[in-house]
């Protein structure tokens, strides 16, 4: 297969683990507030730790010097927050943002800020597997399958919690994943194309995903005195991804 075709699938497998890890919502009667924080506190360590061994490592490696990778990461970063200003979308503490929310249903509020999460990941594995290399595809897609797992259940918890109905609030976060492979191939496309512009799509990739856990994920979790379960969530999948990382790379 040509690694377009693989780094799709890859990441199509990679987002369809947001609606496996929302399955034991079918099963489980409630999900305490301190592992949902946890939870997401392991996704944004995946995502740090991916960012940085997975993304702005190789990009420096390819001998880009640090000026280009660090513009990159600044541009990827710039992009999230211009989208973060002006997509109306919801956080699920934080409450609506954006312009002309009151036109949105509250679901698609929802999806919108789920999209803008995914949407990066996505990318990063697309210009992962651009590099033509499944060394640096591989461990990318993984990780990225692996946080988003406790991020669609947290996502589904969160949904439930307003009313959603244990399968729809299921599907949603499924849906939601499945944004990712349309990014992996925006990623795959560009790189592919265009061979200098691999460093910049990696370290677009890393500033975009950096921008969306310091922005979106650790203020979510750093609420009610829980800050800890998810900073013991992060430190867990930051490790862990830096082992798959180094062992599946």
Not at 106 to 132: C, D, K, M, S, Y
Not at 187 to 193: Q, T
Request: charged share 10%; hydrophobic share 55%; aromatic share 8%.
């Amino acid at each position: 297969m040509s690694i377009i075709l693989i780094g799709f699938l890859a990441s199509l497998a990679a987002g369809s683990a947001t609606g496996l890890g929302a399955v034991p919502l079918l099963f489980l009667r409630k999900v305490s507030s301190r592992l949902q924080n946890g939870l997401l506190g392991f996704a944004a360590g995946v995502m740090l730790a991916a960012s940085f061994f997975s993304l702005i490592l190789p990009a420096l490696e390819t001998g880009a010097g640090p000026a280009v990778v660090g513009t990159g990461i600044l541009l990827g970063a710039t992009c999230l927050w211009a989208l973060d200003l002006l997509t109306p979308h919801e956080h699920f503490i934080k409450g609506r943002q954006g312009p002309e929310t009151d036109t949105f249903r509250r679901i698609w509020l929802f999806v919108i800020a789920i999209t803008l999460h995914n949407i990066p990941e996505g990318l990063a594995v697309g210009v992962g597997f651009g590099t033509g290399s499944t060394a640096t595809g591989f461990p990318l897609a993984f990780g990225i399958g692996l946080q988003n797992m406790p991020e669609g259940l947290a996502v589904a918890v969160a949904l439930h919690s307003i009313g959603y109905q244990r399968g729809k609030a299921v599907a949603i976060a499924l849906a939601t994943g499945l944004v990712e492979p349309l990014g992996a191939l925006l990623g795959l496309l560009a790189v592919s194309l265009a061979a200098p512009l691999l460093p910049w799509g990696l370290a677009f990739a890393a500033g975009a995903m950096i921008f969306v856990v310091s922005n979106e994920i650790i203020p979510e979790t750093h609420r009610a005195g829980l800050e800890k379960a998810a900073s013991v969530g992060l430190m867990l999948g930051f490790v862990i991804m830096l082992y798959l990382d180094v062992s599946l790379g």
